[in-house]
């Protein structure tokens, strides 16, 4: 077993387990683009293995948990697992420091029940006890513990608090214990404390806007000197996420309201709350994507930032639909989206040095069960792009969605074509 005072979210050891999110696909192709493929290894179906010197869970927007792998016990058996644990635990909190323990439990893709966990709960709280610890069990409402209840019980960061996690691998299981949850509350903040919103332009959460930089930007090193380009920057929401990450930000909206909020959002309320943090500097600009030069000139040079050379973007979505339309309408939608993303890349393709890439999330619409795409992927070579494969996600996995929305967002990672 293995406890940490460590409160901060960057890790530097050889393995950690990535617990991912809604989308766990999604989740493995940022682990991927971050630390490569032969660094990632799937366990089942909804966390990885990660080999990495340096894990910054901050910036992850598709893990919700990091842990470290304490053991691989050789079965998937409830009964066997928790035998295990019951054996084991006293042998490590006699070695924690003073106070009382507090313990959570949580399985992904084990066969187990609430009751059950609830049980051995009981019996880790019994064994503990006898052996001189004071222990306090979270109870579980799921068979997984949320962020917040991590959270919010102190499970992670804190030496006498323990998440112990149980992820099925095939025949086996990994044993581990969390070292850090997803910030909930600061999520919150970055969302729903930003001044000016509009429901209307679509709500990017900022969780997204993260893997969206994060395909983008792929093992780039964070850097003032880079820029990365948002050319539909609506309220700011990508902006600000690059900013957080180390980089340097432009973006440009077509609609003089947007640009008006991004730059009240990211001036007046992003920018004093987290200056400190900030090296990266940003410029937004009244400009219609299908014909802008992005030169990263500006006519005051101390607002200058360097030609973009990385693109992450929500591009347009075309109107909210809360019902799948009549077909004709959502043919007209569908082509009016196809015409302004394709005029998009067609004028933004000759701007890009060879060593660009980008992440676009753009409009799926789901009819019947499945999706309706934008018919330039069909043709994306023609346009002076590649469009990039992952060993661990398809293509058709990287859509993110609910099941009750029309319009998906499916993300686009490409690169400049020779």
């Not at 070695?95 to 323990?101: D, H, I, N, V």
């Not at 539909?232 to 180390?246: D, P, S």
């Not at 340097?248 to 943090?277: C, R």
Request: charged share 20%; proline share 6%.
């Amino acid at each position: 077993m293995y406890s940490s005072n460590n409160t901060s979210n960057l890790y530097n050891q050889a393995m950690v387990i990535a617990i991912l999110g809604r989308q766990p696909k999604i989740g493995l192709a940022e682990l991927e683009s971050l630390y490569g493929a032969e660094n990632v290894q799937p366990i089942g179906s909804i966390a990885a293995m990660v080999n990495a010197e340096h894990v910054d869970h901050k910036r992850l927007g598709g893990t919700i948990k990091i842990a470290k792998p304490l053991t691989e016990i050789d079965s998937t058996k409830w009964s066997d697992l928790a035998g295990y644990t019951a054996r084991e635990l006293p042998k490590h909190v006699c070695c924690l420091g003073e106070g009382k323990l507090k313990l959570g439990i949580s399985t992904y893709d084990i066969s187990v029940s609430v009751q059950q966990l609830f049980r051995s709960g009981l019996d880790f709280k019994k064994v503990c006890k006898q052996s001189g610890r004071s222990t306090r069990v979270v109870p579980n409402t799921e068979l997984a513990l949320n962020s917040a209840q991590v959270l919010n019980n102190k499970l992670a960061g804190d030496p006498l608090g323990m998440e112990l996690v149980y992820i099925r691998n095939g025949s086996k299981t990994w044993l581990a214990q969390t070292l850090s949850v997803q910030d909930v509350d600061a999520y919150a903040e970055r969302d729903h404390g930003r001044p000016m919103r509009d429901a209307r332009v679509g709500m990017l959460p900022p969780k997204l806007a993260q893997t969206i930089i994060n395909l983008a930007t792929s093992g780039t090193p964070p850097s003032p000197d880079i820029t990365v380009l948002d050319p539909f920057c609506g309220t700011g929401v990508v902006l600000q996420e690059v900013l957080l990450m180390g980089f340097s930000a432009m973006g440009s909206d077509i609609d003089p309201k947007m640009v008006q909020y991004a730059s009240h959002n990211i001036t007046e309320w992003f920018w004093p709350l987290y200056h400190q943090n900030i090296k990266g500097r940003a410029s937004i600009h009244l400009a219609d994507a299908t014909t802008a030069t992005w030169s990263g000139d500006d006519e005051e040079p101390k607002y200058s930032l360097p030609h973009p050379s990385l693109v992450a973007s929500e591009t347009y979505l075309g109107r909210p639909l809360n019902s799948i339309p009549a077909p004709e309408k959502l043919h007209e939608i569908v082509s009016d989206c196809n015409t302004i993303i394709e005029k998009f890349l067609k004028n933004l393709r000759p701007q890009l040095p060879k060593t660009a890439r980008l992440c676009l999330a753009v409009p799926a619409w789901q009819t019947n069960g499945s999706f309706k795409h934008l018919s330039l992927l069909d043709h994306i070579e023609n346009l002076g792009y590649n469009r990039l494969k992952f060993k661990h996600a398809a293509w058709s996995d990287l859509i993110y969605h609910r099941p009750d929305q029309v319009v998906a967002r499916e993300l686009l990672i490409l690169t400049v074509k020779d």
